[in-house]
């Protein structure tokens, strides 16, 4: 670090007590902080021995590769206008890699004294896998090259991330944003990112808007946990593909008065829609979605378990949602006959609850949610196996709400600790075959730690 730079990270703490959105940086030696530069256009590996500070936009370009080792801490200084909102951006062709553990994860957070959603925007990755539009560039951001997304290159390769931490992002995104388009970048932000990307144990938490969002591309991921987001935990847009297995939608919040409507999961094929290909179709396994705890008395934004909406395809399977106001499953008009002709869409094996029983099974027809019978029926029969679950207590998970955290790990007696189904084309690859429901098994791979931090 320079004299220089060294000097002004000094003035910054100095004068940390009367600056307004001043930015403090978690570490005890001014010496062990540096700033991450605006343009990474050669490989570049972090020192594990500092912690770092991300100021507007960092842009990772010209095929280059940043490598951020196990317990780095990267505090993003919060800025008030959206042009200067905090992102990290790898380009096509550019790679991310993230090497954290369990113990020492790699952090991403504001730098801000008072922490808040919304103070920065999204660690976004672009990659060159199919889209349902063919090239896009991110919402939210500058029209360039640097914000491209979209090609033809399914295996391709953005890196790797293991163990990451997201904090306090999702600034970009407007209140009320439009529903009815692509959201802006919020969280992780997976933009036609290719299935030879490794993505593993990644939690976002306090995002202003979505936690992950999978925009076209075929990526695959595991243990990923979205917690107290304001709008979607897991959003999938403009063809996405890939699949995912042992997932976490958790909330304790009925949410900002940010959002239209917060889901646990939100799906959309494209606006029109069209049938252009590839359809938006996620493959999902062995999800746990929950609610806030009780009955809701005065309706928020807190929205639906599972919403398909816009010519979506689907899979889900092997899971549970629950204590979700509205509904656990909602269909609209343009993905109900998908799923009712088996055309695409299947919801099968899972344990599905909702505070209002009458709406568990939904069809939002014409702007207007419907308790819908047909659904409910389809969803129950002796083809798709779901399980209407009345009372949230009768999945007998360990703690589904304390202060440091839930277990969601089934007790003896549990229907999810049986009953899982792996047959069938759609999980021939990829996936670990177990016979559990929702996502967590005998080992609660989501306990509070280093890097699962449930506050």
Not at 147 to 162: L, P
Not at 366 to 393: C, E, H, K, P, Q
């Amino acid at each position: 670090m320079s004299k220089s730079t060294s000097f002004l990270l000094l003035l910054i703490f100095s004068f940390a007590g009367c600056k307004k959105n001043t930015d403090v940086i978690q570490s005890s030696s001014v010496n062990k902080i540096d700033t991450l530069p605006n343009s990474i256009t050669s490989d570049l590996i972090l020192d594990a021995n500092k912690s770092y500070v991300l100021n507007g936009r960092v842009i990772v370009k010209n095929n280059a590769s940043l490598t951020i080792p196990a317990g780095i801490i990267v505090s993003v200084v919060k800025n008030d206008t959206l042009e200067s909102k905090g992102v990290l951006i790898i380009t096509k062709g550019a790679k991310l890699l993230i090497n954290g553990t369990i113990e020492k994860p790699v952090l991403f957070t504001s730098a801000a004294i008072l922490k808040a959603p919304g103070d920065w925007g999204a660690i976004i990755i672009l990659g060159k896998a199919p889209t349902n539009i063919g090239t896009g560039n991110v919402a939210g951001l500058t029209i360039s090259a640097d914000t491209e997304f979209g090609g033809t290159a399914s295996d391709d390769n953005s890196g790797s991330i293991n163990y990451l931490r997201i904090e306090y992002c999702g600034g970009i995104n407007p209140d009320n944003e439009n529903e009815w388009l692509v959201d802006k970048a919020s969280g992780l932000c997976l933009a036609s990112v290719g299935f030879a990307t490794t993505i593993n144990n990644v939690m976002v938490e306090h995002s202003r808007d979505d936690g992950f969002q999978f925009v076209g591309g075929t990526v695959n991921a595991t243990n990923l946990i979205g917690y107290n987001n304001g709008d979607d935990d897991f959003d999938f847009d403009l063809g996405y593909t890939g699949k995912l297995q042992f997932l976490i939608s958790y909330r304790t919040e009925l949410t900002s008065k940010h959002a239209l409507r917060a889901n646990g999961i939100e799906t959309y094929n494209d606006e029109v829609p069209t049938l252009n290909l590839p359809l938006t179709r996620p493959i999902i396994s062995n999800i746990t979605i929950i609610g806030p705890q009780g009955l809701e008395t005065v309706k928020t934004n807190l929205n639906q378990g599972v919403y398909i909406r816009k010519g979506t395809r689907f899979v889900v399977q092997n899971s549970i949602i629950a204590e979700y106001p509205q509904g656990g499953l909602m269909v609209c008009n343009k993905t109900r006959p998908i799923l009712l002709s088996d055309a695409g869409s299947e919801f099968r094996y899972n344990l599905v609850h909702s505070d209002s029983v009458s709406r568990t099974f939904s069809w939002d027809r014409d702007y207007a949610v419907f308790g819908d019978t047909v659904l409910r029926n389809f969803s129950l029969n002796n083809i798709n196996n779901n399980t209407l679950i009345v009372d949230a207590s009768n999945l007998k998970l360990k703690k589904m709400y304390a202060d440091n955290g839930p277990d969601l790990t089934p007790l003896a007696g549990s229907e999810a600790l049986t009953g899982a189904n792996f047959e069938g084309p759609n999980f021939m690859t990829f996936f670990t075959t177990v016979s559990y429901r929702g996502a967590i098994g005998s080992s609660n791979w989501a306990a509070a730690n280093n890097w699962a931090v449930w506050k």
